[in-house]
């Protein structure tokens, strides 16, 4: 049976939880086996409730905040994870898991799905911007594919030249609609 390791840096309520956990439902008797490998979600976020129904295994240093300790640490962390499962399949979501997962070579085929990407956030402005664009090149080159959600996000990482136009696919979100409460 197939296995596959998702890489995630934090699963908080959000999209990509939620993307996740449809996967995971969408797969569940298939002929994969899939193990999630997350963080912990941080300050003020909470994690999405439908992760307790994953199968996770925690990367305990691993989280949204930028450290170098912490980070390196979780490297170790997530290595020791890849060798332990020995997945035939890597795919990463969010820059942090995508930069830990894809730095480790192996010679596993690695996936990178950009459910946005960092190029239009306000604070990664010109050499912030610089370097995570040339982080991202190095990083496409190491991946078997690159997954967006929505064509857009392919465009802009290609008018970046982020990758090949052959590596992408774009997918549409797959996510259930929330239902909100009336105030």
Same mark, same amino acid.
């Given at each position: 049976?197939? *296995? ?15 993307? !996740?956990? %449809?996967?995971?439902?969408?797969? *569940?008797?298939? =002929? ?12 003020? %976020?909470?994690?999405? /409730?439908?992760?307790?129904?994953? &199968?996770? $295994?925690? !990367? @305990?240093?691993?989280?949204? *905040?930028?450290?170098?300790? @912490? ?25 942090? @898991?995508?930069?830990?997962?894809? +730095?480790? =070579?192996?010679?596993? /085929? ?11 956030? &306000? %604070?990664? *402005? ?5 370097? $995570?664009?040339? !982080? ?6 190491? +991946? ?9 996000? @392919?465009?802009?990482?290609? %008018? ?9 696919? +774009?997918?549409? /979100? ?10």
């Amino acid at each position: 049976m197939p *296995k596959v390791l998702i890489v995630i840096a934090r699963l908080n309520v959000g999209g990509t939880a939620q993307y !996740i956990t %449809e996967l995971v439902r969408g797969l *569940k008797g298939s =002929k994969y086996e899939l193990l999630i490998a997350t963080g912990h979600v941080q300050g003020a %976020e909470v994690e999405d /409730p439908t992760t307790r129904e994953l &199968p996770i $295994v925690r !990367i @305990a240093s691993m989280g949204r *905040k930028v450290s170098l300790f @912490a980070d390196l640490k979780a490297r170790g962390e997530l290595k020791r994870v890849i060798d332990e499962y020995q997945p035939d399949l890597i795919y990463s979501h969010t820059f942090k @898991a995508g930069l830990l997962s894809r +730095s480790v =070579k192996n010679g596993i /085929p690695k996936i990178h799905a950009f459910h946005g990407h960092l190029l239009s956030e &306000p %604070e990664l *402005k010109g050499f912030k911007s610089t370097i $995570v664009i040339l !982080i991202e090149r190095v990083l496409a080159k190491r +991946s078997k594919a690159l997954v967006t959600v929505g064509k857009r996000v @392919a465009q802009e990482l290609l %008018e970046k030249r982020v990758g090949r136009a052959t590596q992408y696919r +774009s997918i549409a /979100p797959g996510v259930r609609e929330i239902e909100l409460e009336q105030r």
